[in-house]
């Protein structure tokens, strides 16, 4: 095997990893959500084919629940209604089809059976403690945006030059160090504190 196929192997396994891990993060729906949905969903396709019914002249199976509420089946407020709960079933029935936004960020391990994340709150913590190493940081403040990490970094001193660069430095190795997959792109932005 060249060392180009090599390269190839590896960052595809990388990918699949990665693919995994998100997999495996992302919160599914809950059963009893579905069933909410589902249950609307039914109940708003009875209702409506009980109007379908009742317009058409043909018999009805549960005549007695418009009696029941005061209402004729023709009335204005039972076809809304019932075309509330089939909408609101139908879409809530897709919702729970579609799994969730993963909440936590995926930690790259070299064990395939196990994957690991870590919380935005707790990135977002870990690297505004390391910036704050940094000599002259006052104060810093850390966005996750996608595919990009904004560092803001208050300061009342003078070097702006190195110390973006000790701040970008600081953070790039702490990334790595916690094998955060992805290719995070790291902005760091300064201002100055007045005095």
Do not use: H
Not at 13 to 37: E, S, Y
Not at 106 to 113: G, I, Q, R, T, Y
Not at 177 to 195: A, T
Request: no cysteine; proline share 5%.
């Amino acid at each position: 095997m060249s060392a180009v196929d090599e390269i190839r192997t590896t960052k595809d396994r990388r990918r699949a990893r990665r693919r995994t891990a998100m997999r495996a993060l992302r919160p599914g729906r809950t059963p009893a959500g579905a069933g909410v949905a589902g249950a609307l969903l039914v109940l708003g396709t009875a209702l409506v084919g009980e109007m379908v019914s009742a317009f058409a002249g043909w018999p009805t199976g549960w005549s007695g629940l418009p009696g029941l509420l005061g209402l004729a089946w023709g009335e204005p407020l039972v076809a809304l209604t019932g075309s509330l709960m089939v909408v609101s079933g139908t879409v809530l029935v897709l919702l729970a089809m579609v799994p969730g936004r993963p909440r936590l960020v995926p930690l790259e391990v070299s064990d395939d059976a196990l994957v690991m994340g870590l919380s935005r709150t707790g990135l977002k913590r870990t690297l505004v403690a390391v910036v704050m190493t940094v000599p002259g940081v006052d104060l810093a403040f850390v966005r996750l945006r996608r595919g990009q990490i904004e560092v803001t970094v208050l300061t009342k001193g003078s070097r702006t030059g190195e110390l973006l660069k000790e701040v970008g430095a600081v953070v790039g190795d702490r990334l790595a160090g916690l094998g955060v997959y992805g290719r995070n792109e790291v902005v760091v932005r300064l201002r100055r504190k007045n005095i």
